[in-house]
C-alpha cells in the first residue's frame, strides 16, 4: 500500500485555505500513486478549534469540507481525514472528534476518538462524546487500525501511570488490525518529538505491526505543532520521520502481507539539539501567530539586555528584518552601553531601529504625582512608572504603525512576577514568556551560531532593569540557575516546598519562591499570550485562582 502521510499547516476556521491545502496535497499525492492520503486530527477544522465547534454553523461548514474532500477522493486513492462529526444521540456530548475514510467520490464510514484528554491546554470532553468501541477499517483489503491523537498514549507497557482505563490500540489490534495509523494534533514541547517515537516504536514492536503517526504543523495561538510524523515498522525500525517545523507529504510504500520487500527509509533531519528545537518553535510560532492574525510586522522595545536582544532575533529569523522594528526607550537611569549594545545589535540584524528618550515623559509624571503621593513617586512606584511609559510608547507606535508588539520578558521574571504590569508586559504577543532565564542565554548564544549578532557584552553584563542606579536582577531575585530549578520543580513537576528544598536547595529561599509564584498569578492573567515550549506554560494549561492563600 502506497501512503501519503500530508503533515499541513490548518488555521482554525480558515476553511477555504485548508481546503486548498488539502485539495493540492490530494493532488500531488494521486500523481505518486498513492492509494491512501492520511490527513492530520481535526484537519478539518484546524486544532484546536475550541468553543468555535459550539457555533452551529463553524461545525457545518466543517461537515461540507469534507463532503468536498470526499469528492477529490475519485479513482483508487483513499483519504482518511480528521473532522468535526454530529453524534447521532440524545445522550452525551452532542459532538464526536471523528475521522472519515473517503473513497469513490463518497465518505465510505467513520471513526470516532477513544480517549478525550481533559489535562494541560486540552479540554476535549468539554466538547466530544467518546468512541465506546473501535473497529478496523478495510482499505484495499486490508484491515487498518485507524485512531485519533491521545488513543495511542495509553500503553500499559509504556506509561507507569495511565490516564485511563481502555487502550484502543491493543483493542484494535485484537479487532484484526494489520496496520496501525494513528491521525494527530500533538502540540510541541522540549523532547516530546523524542518520548513520541519512543511511544510509537513501541506499539508497534509489541503489536508486531506497521505503525504510522501523522502530525499537523505549524502555529496556532500559543500552541505550536512541530510535525515530526514517525512511521515505525514491526522490528521498532523507523521508516519515516517527517521534518520538524516544516509542511509534508511523506510517501512509503507499506509492505504489507509480505508480497513485497521494504523500501528504503524516508527519514528527514530534525532538531539536533534543545536550543536548535526551541529555536525552531519559536520562530514559527512567531510567524505563524503574526500570519494568523494579520500582522504583518512587529515592534518591540530593545533595551540592550539578552532576552530584547534574543525577541528581536528570534523576530528577524521569523519575518525578516525588513518587517521588524526595534525602539530603544532610555531614561536617566539607562547604562550608556545600553544604548551603544542595542544600536550594535540592530545593525547587526538590519533593522529599522529608533531612539524615543522617556525622560521628559518620566519627569511630567514625577511632577504630576509630586502632591498627589506623599513624598511623591519614589521606589517601586518610580521604578514602575518609567516601564509604564515605555509600554505606552510601544503600543502608540503599535497603534499608529499597525505593528504587532511583542513583550520581551522571560519566563523566569513571568513567574516570580518581576515585570510590571501595563508596563514591560504591554504587547500583543510574549514570545519568551515560556523560555527560563537559563535556556534564554543558551538560545543568544545559539542565535550567533553563524556570526556576531548579540554582541559579547550584552551575554555577558549583568542582567539589570536599568530602573534604579546600580540596579541588578540580584538584589531581588535568586541566581537564575537556582530560581529557574525551584521553577521547574514547583511549576512543572507540581513538587511543594519541602520536596524542593530535599532537591538540594535552602528552604527559605523555595518558600520566598513559591510565594511570589502565588502571589503574582494576578499579572500573569493579565499577561500576553506566549508561545508553549514547555510542559507547563503560564497561559490556558495553568489554571490557578487568583483569590487563594
Sequence with gaps: MRLALAQLNFTVGAFEANFARIADAVARAAAQGADLVVF?????????????????????????????????????MGILIGFVDRHQSAAGKPLRNAVAFCQHGRIVTRRHKSLLPTYDVFDEDRYFEPASAVEPIEIHGVRVGVSICEDVWNDEDFWPTRRYHRDPIAELTTAGAELHINLSASPYELAKAGVRRAMIRQEAVKHRRHFFYVNQVGGNDELIFDGHSTGIDPSGEEIVRGPDFEEALLIYDVPVGGAAAPPPPVLHPVARC???????????????YARKCRFERVVLGLSGGIDSALTACLAVDALGANRVLTVALPSRY???????DA????????????????DSMFQAHLDALAGALPGGATGLTAENLQARIRGAVLMALSNQLGHLLLTTGNKS??????????????????????????????????????????????????PSAELRPDQKDSDSLPPYDVLDRIIEAYVERNLDVNAIAALGHDRDTVADVVRLIKSSEYKRRQAAPGIKISSKAFGVGRRYPIAAE
Design 40 to 76: 492530520t486530527e481535526l484537519a478539518a477544522t484546524g486544532y484546536p478549534p475550541r468553543d468555535w465547534v459550539t457555533h452551529e454553523a463553524f461545525v457545518d461548514k466543517n461537515l461540507a469540507l469534507v463532503d468536498r474532500v470526499a469528492a477529490l477522493s475519485t479513482g483508487k
Design 274 to 288: 534543545d536550543e536548535e528545537s526551541a529555536w525552531g518553535a519559536l520562530v514559527l510560532g512567531l510567524r505563524d
Design 334 to 340: 539607562s547604562s550608556a552601553h545600553s544604548l551603544t
Design 343 to 358: 544600536a550594535a545589535l540592530a545593525n547587526a540584524l538590519g533593522v529599522e531601529h529608533r531612539v524615543i528618550s522617556i
Design 413 to 462: 521574571e513571568l513567574a516570580v512576577g518581576y515585570c510590571t504590569l501595563y508596563g514591560d508586559m504591554c504587547g500583543g504577543l510574549a514570545l519568551i514568556s515560556d523560555v527560563p532565564k537559563t535556556l534564554v542565554y543558551r538560545l543568544a548564544r545559539y542565535a550567533n551560531r553563524a556570526g556576531t549578532r548579540i554582541p559579547e557584552s550584552t551575554l555577558t553584563k549583568a
